[in-house]
């Protein structure tokens, strides 16, 4: 056993008839087609110990090539998207399997006086356990030589900057815009569990490199479907092909040591572009009063907008940051028809790819719901008590309110309220209580929600409310609110840590963001554009990671990238402790870390 864990840990870098020649001396730990009856169970990797033709062969024929795999025991494919041919085809490779042996044949002809590889990496089990075939490459030609240069790197999600497995990295010898969308790639690789990619046995001459996570497996990008990544120079390789690099082994993929010990010279991070095309998407009315349209394309530029029977007053509207989504609201209290009639006229993408004034009608009703002639006077007696008041809601949690303050938010608009009536007070250890003060504001992407921040200093050991009292807003449906009150504290758990976090070279506009251990949860925001130290309190014992976004257009949000005009998605950075982008927070501490941001974004 411990013989077949040696082969399979290193074939990679021993020629494949040594492999036979040991292969054929130990048959002990081979599998057979029946389950073993008894003794430990079988954790070894399927040996590849036979290939025909050789790895390495040329003038291998253009027509009608199969590949034959033999493995010392039976094994089954696990995935068939993982036998990856580059450079690809219009189909991808087929299979069957013969005993113990996987055929591996191509539909296609293959191109004249070309290298190819075979990867086999993730595709293959063995049959009684599912222990995974670590992979191997299988390089041939069909001209006289081998190519013998090669590139590595890895694939990022780029808000995360976590690695993305299975993203499709490709070279193009066509440096024109258009090869991405028209053409197949001259070499081409699937990244691995740590979104690392090495393609091997290429010219030495310049490439265009791009990543896209291939939706359809067509190896052709698709802006509706696909994400994309490219370095926005052109890359020549400078590494010689060599089986002992460790960029070319096949590794465990838990051996962290390894793995992260190949070298990544090329970061490709993916991203989603804007669409182009403009047009209405799609429609949806919500309730009576409310309905959105969401368009194809961020930034609709409607030029008239109105609803057939109602005057223009009565037409509340609001965009999202995005400007791809509209959302709409009826100012009136009366009984709203079956369909609302929308009339807009907004820029669209014609024929010939030009924004052009367009006049569209937009009928909107609630799906599902009966026709008011059907309604009954019983279902008028079903209504609920939120259909009969103005809804609103506070918000906030001990862990922000110092930083966030209060949400308040309406469920419709309001049209009529008195922020003065709002009732702010503190209740110290002793219960003696105090009237406070606070500022509001509306948010400017949302005209439904405030955020209201008292004026004090919050202290340890007081109770903190914010109190709506009945009647003090009325909303579009005529209706006023009921009384409502929130209570908080700021946390006393003794057990709890805080990270101080001291900026310099702020040059530019940053977002910072407090990130829990996935990376996919901000727990706090600040956005900043000056030196200054920024606290994270009420911090429980954990793993956390600090993102910082570079907002060079101060829009407030991470702009993503665009493929044509050449523009990369705005950088993101995390703060590295060590060689490690996690932040272990203890119980009780208070954590002080220094990051020079200039220079951070310099590197």
Known sequence: MKFKQFISRWFPAIPVTAVLVAAMLQGSCANTTEAPTGGPKDTIPPVLYDIKPLPGSVKVPTHGTKIAFTFDEYVKIKDPKSIFLSPPQQKAPKYKMKGKTLIVYFEDDLLPNSTYTLDLTNALADNNEGNLFPGYTYVFSTGETIDSMMVSGVVQDCNTLLPVQGATVMLYKDHSDSALFLSRPFAAVKTDEWGFFSIRNIQDTLYRMYAIKDASSNNIYDPDEDLIAFIDTLVRPKVVVNDTLPELLKYDMKDTVHVLARKTPYELNLFREKPSKQFLKNKKRVDDRSAYITFNAPGAKINSLGIKGLSPDQVITQFNIL???????????????????????????????????????????????????????????????????????????????????????????????????????????????????????????NLRRYTLRPNEEYKSGFDYFMKIPERTFRDITGFWNDSTEIKVAVPTDEKLSAINLKLTGVHEKYIIDLLDESRKNSILQFVVDSDQTLRFPYLRKGKYCIRITEDRNRNGIVDTGSLLDKRMPEKVKFYKVGDSFLINVPERSEIDQSVDIGEMFEQ
Not at 385 to 407: A, M, Q, W, Y
């Open 323 to 445: 400007k791809d989504s509209l959302e709409i609201w009826v100012n009136s209290p009366a009984v709203m028809p079956d369909t609302l009639h929308l009339e807009i006229n907004y820029d669209k993408t014609d024929s010939l790819g030009v924004l052009t004034p367009t006049d569209e009608k937009v009928p909107l009703y609630i799906e599902g719901a009966p026709r008011r002639s059907t309604y009954s006077k019983s279902s008028r007696r079903n209504l609920k008590h939120e259909d009969t008041i103005c809804v609103v809601t506070l918000k906030t949690t001990p862990e922000t309110f110092e930083h966030d303050g209060f949400s308040l938010e309406f469920k419709y608009p309001p049209i009529n309220g008195d922020f003065n009536a709002i009732v702010y007070r503190s209740v110290n250890p002793r219960q003696q209580e105090t009237i406070g003060t606070f500022t509001y504001e509306r948010d400017s992407t």
